[in-house]
Nanobody, 116 residues
Framework: QVQLVESGGGLVQAVGSLTLTCAAG????????MVWYRQAPGMQREMVAT???????IYADSVKGRFTISRYNTKNTLWLQMNNLKPEDTAVYYC??????????WGQGTQVTVSS
């Protein structure tokens, strides 16, 4: 079955950096667009960054210039490099893939906390 396992979250001071990793399994990773989402307490889950099968990227305006999404198809791995972190980046970060017709799959999430 589809498996998405996030890691790399933690507590970091503002302007610091973190790299999140998503290890994927159970599907042909290279054939699917992958997405990082985040959800802060009391807020809706929001798209942070998307990477297509050919490496095209889309970023939320709030993270442009600070975050970089990348993938390594040979190792079924997705990353999110986060620089110049801000307290408002505090959230649980999720790895996502949409596989038609079954739907969306999510990892368990990894907590990122940015202190001011």
């Amino acid at each position: 079955q589809v498996q998405l396992v996030e890691s790399g979250g933690g507590l970091v001071q503002a302007v610091g950096s973190l790299t999140l990793t998503c290890a994927a399994g159970g599907f042909i990773f290279r054939l699917y667009t992958m997405v990082w989402y985040r959800q802060a307490p009391g807020m809706q889950r929001e798209m942070v960054a998307t990477i297509t099968t050919v490496g095209g990227t889309i970023y939320a305006d709030s993270v442009k210039g600070r975050f970089t999404i990348s993938r390594y198809n040979t190792k079924n791995t997705l990353w999110l490099q986060m620089n110049n972190l801000k307290p408002e980046d505090t959230a649980v970060y999720y790895c996502n893939v949409h596989i038609a017709p079954m739907g969306n799959y999510w990892g368990q999430g990894t907590q990122v906390t940015v202190s001011s």
